[in-house]
């Protein structure tokens, strides 16, 4: 089916589109006049062997597909709508070992050993810890900011990059604290990480075999701390995770897989949040006002809504079935448009408000309900309210400097590189 508002050629998953901006005025066309959309892909550019997928932008019909696994399966492919071309085949071999590409009941069991670690409780306990970070961080930023004031023989623009100053280092000290990474391996983590999700950006000298092979190595470091924890059982994480007696329990290569999977679900999703969030409040002055002096508990959940950092997920038809008037046929591949949903006016009052005392806010950014709804939500949004809180207090005049932010150029993300701000 062609969408005759659309202009040729148009996809959402398309790297140099999503470089640009997240394209919400076509979303808003598409959920008035072809919810649900087929859009052609070029065969052999995407990693699938298909011409296309069905494109889904309202809340309803996203919610409908990622509550209903059976009709609709993670396994059969990736939750990724496009890989570059090239390696995808061997990629998408591996991606079936991550949980996020998987269905009942072997997710079910992995998710149920998993979540131990994502309890209200082991949530709240890494608070003191990161909240000390949070305060470090938004403190080290303003000696940054001082210093590149010219106090300091800096270079008299006050400017920093709050991207690398502020946002990168809190997702990645939360994952470090959860799994109980020692301090000493630290840097080691955060150097695979970082290289796993530059490798497919060309402004990078990264290449494809150094991100694989930080994979590879973060994966043999997880391996090896949960041999490390079988042997020797701890009061920690990975115990519980992969030695905990009669619960189940994680195989070491399972765990190696888990802890990939939370270094990219965990890592670039809520450093772009929190790089969105900035940029949100820095160009709404009146929110960053209202968020100083009233803090409210409502702002982590619209900040998510607004950046919607997975701009797409995607599930395939196990069988023929019908979405929003479409037939779908059995093997179909369903892509499901979050950022599109958190702007659908049936759900949301003036959707193109950024509004931090929004109260419902049933928006989509950690996916549609359902088996793989997030499993770091409650660690995001305390890390997210732990950063803005500490920037509300050290940063508190912070302004932007330079050109609009330099973003990501990515399939699936909402990312920003680079975003130039100051500090008086
Ligand atoms: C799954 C978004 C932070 C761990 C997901 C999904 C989305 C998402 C959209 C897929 C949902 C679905 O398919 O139905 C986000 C956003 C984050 C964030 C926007 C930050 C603002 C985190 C954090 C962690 C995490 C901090 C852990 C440290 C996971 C895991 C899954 C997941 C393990 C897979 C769950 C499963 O397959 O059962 N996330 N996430 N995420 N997320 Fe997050």
Request: proline share 6%.
């Amino acid at each position: 089916m062609t969408c005759p508002a659309l202009p040729e050629g148009f996809d959402a998953t398309d790297p140099d589109l999503l470089r640009e901006r997240v394209p919400l005025p076509e979303f808003a066309r598409l959920r008035q006049t072809a919810p649900v959309w087929w859009c052609p892909q070029e065969r052999g550019t995407t990693g699938f062997d298909d011409d296309g997928y069905w494109a889904v932008t309202r809340h309803a019909d996203v919610r409908y597909v990622s509550t209903h696994p059976e009709l609709f399966s993670s396994a059969t492919n990736t939750a990724i709508i496009r890989f570059n071309g090239g390696i995808a085949r061997e990629q998408i071999d591996a991606q079936r070992l991550i949980m996020l590409n998987m269905d009942p009941p072997e997710h079910t069991r992995v998710r149920q050993i998993v979540q131990r670690g994502f309890t209200p409780r082991a949530v709240r306990g890494l608070e003191g810890a990161l909240r000390e970070r949070a305060r470090r961080i938004a403190e080290q930023a303003r000696a940054t900011a001082a210093a590149a004031a010219g106090g300091d023989g800096g270079s008299g623009d006050g400017g920093f990059d709050f991207v690398t100053q502020v946002a990168c280092e809190l997702p990645l000290q939360a994952i470090a604290e959860l799994i109980g990474v020692p301090q000493e391996d630290r840097l080691r983590i955060f150097d695979w990480s970082n290289k796993m999700i530059a490798y497919d950006d060309p402004e990078y000298a990264i290449t494809e075999a150094v991100g694989a092979e930080a994979a590879m190595e973060l994966i043999g470091y997880a391996m090896h701390l949960s041999a490390a924890r079988k042997e020797c059982p701890a009061k920690d994480i990975v115990t519980q995770l992969v030695a905990a007696e009669g619960q189940g329990n994680l195989g070491s290569d399972e765990f190696g897989f888990f802890v990939l999977l939370l270094a990219v679900a965990g890592n670039e999703t809520t450093r772009n949040a929190i790089s969105h969030g900035m940029h949100a409040f820095l160009t709404h002055p009146e929110q960053w006002e209202l968020y100083k002096a009233t803090r409210p508990a409502t702002a982590a959940e619209e900040i998510v809504r607004w950046a919607t950092p997975v701009v797409s997920f995607q599930r395939t038809a196990t069988r023929d079935t019908e979405l929003g008037g479409q037939k779908i046929r059995a093997g179909d591949r369903v892509g499901l448009f979050y950022a599109s949903a958190n702007h659908d006016p049936e759900v949301f009052t003036d959707p193109d408000a950024f509004d931090i005392t929004r109260d419902p806010n049933p928006h989509l950014g950690f996916g549609g309900g359902g088996p793989h709804f997030c499993l770091g939500k409650s660690l995001a949004v305390m890390e997210i309210d732990l950063i803005f809180n500490a920037v509300a207090d050290h940063l508190p005049d912070l302004r932007l400097t330079g050109p609009a932010p330099r973003r990501l150029r990515a399939a699936w993300l909402n990312g920003i590189k680079e975003l130039r701000v100051s500090h008086p």
